[in-house]
């Protein structure tokens, strides 16, 4: 049965600062790979998609990458502001989603 | 920008009450999906539907829940006789292929409370 984790559950960090989210998964054999980010209260955006056969895919100053053999994705944000403030979810194959990073950018 | 709509936002029902929630998946996609979030926990799976029939389903989904596409535009989730633990955000999401090859876009969410 597939289990994805995040780590770290909660990061606090200083505007500008670049930062990196974790997220592992138990079985690799999946068809792809989804970061998303949540605000409170709200539905969830998707942010990049990793298909298998792929290593990373970048949209802005994001840019997630995925080690399949491993089991590991991390998402890489550059130059963080407060407005990226929110929870930042990864999602493998069949969508099962992670537990989540709660990410604070302060002023 | 299209996206995926849903109604209502919230939901507050007597436990044994049935409820349906409704979402309006992007209108060229193909296959569509519920979840839902218990406060706290985790976003999970489930179902899935395409071609007017459920494709996949999680442990979750038993006999209380069902899904409908009744028209060209609508997909709904019925849930019978509401118990207190389906107090949840439930969130709707379309692609327009299966979740293997494409990006789910996720409506906002209704917020049912079980009282």
């Known amino acids: 049965k597939q289990e994805v984790t995040q780590i770290p559950a909660a990061l606090s960090v200083p505007e500008g600062e670049n930062l990196v989210l974790n997220c592992s998964f138990t079985?690799?054999?999946?068809?792809?790979l989804q970061w998303f980010r949540q605000d409170p209260g709200k539905g969830l955006t998707s942010l990049l998609l990793?298909?298998?056969?792929?290593r990373e895919q970048t949209s802005g100053r994001l840019n997630a990458s995925l080690d399949k053999s491993s089991g590991r994705s991390t998402l890489y944000i550059a130059a963080s502001q407060p407005g990226d403030s929110a929870t930042y979810l990864c999602a493998v194959g069949k969508v099962i989603f992670g537990p989540g990073t709660s990410l604070s950018v302060i002023p | 920008e299209p996206e995926v709509t849903q109604t209502p936002s919230h939901q507050v029902t007597q436990m044994g009450q049935e409820v349906i929630l409704r979402c309006v998946p992007i209108?060229?996609?193909?296959?569509f999906y519920w979840y839902r979030q218990i406060l706290g926990q985790k976003v999970e799976f489930l179902v899935s539907?395409?071609?007017?029939?459920?494709?996949?389903k999680s442990e979750i989904f038993d006999d209380q829940f069902s899904v409908e596409r009744p028209d060209g535009s609508n997909f709904t989730l019925k849930i019978r006789s509401t118990k207190l633990e389906d107090s949840a955000m439930y969130f709707c999401?379309?692609?327009?292929?299966?979740?293997?090859?494409?990006?789910?876009?996720f409506g906002p969410g209704t917020r049912l409370t079980v009282l």
């Open positions: 209108s060229n996609h193909l296959y």
């Open positions: 079985d690799s054999a999946i068809y792809n």
């Open positions: 539907f395409y071609n007017n029939e459920i494709s996949e």
């Open positions: 999401a379309s692609s327009s292929t299966r979740s293997g090859g494409d990006t789910q876009y």
């Open positions: 990793i298909q298998s056969s792929q």
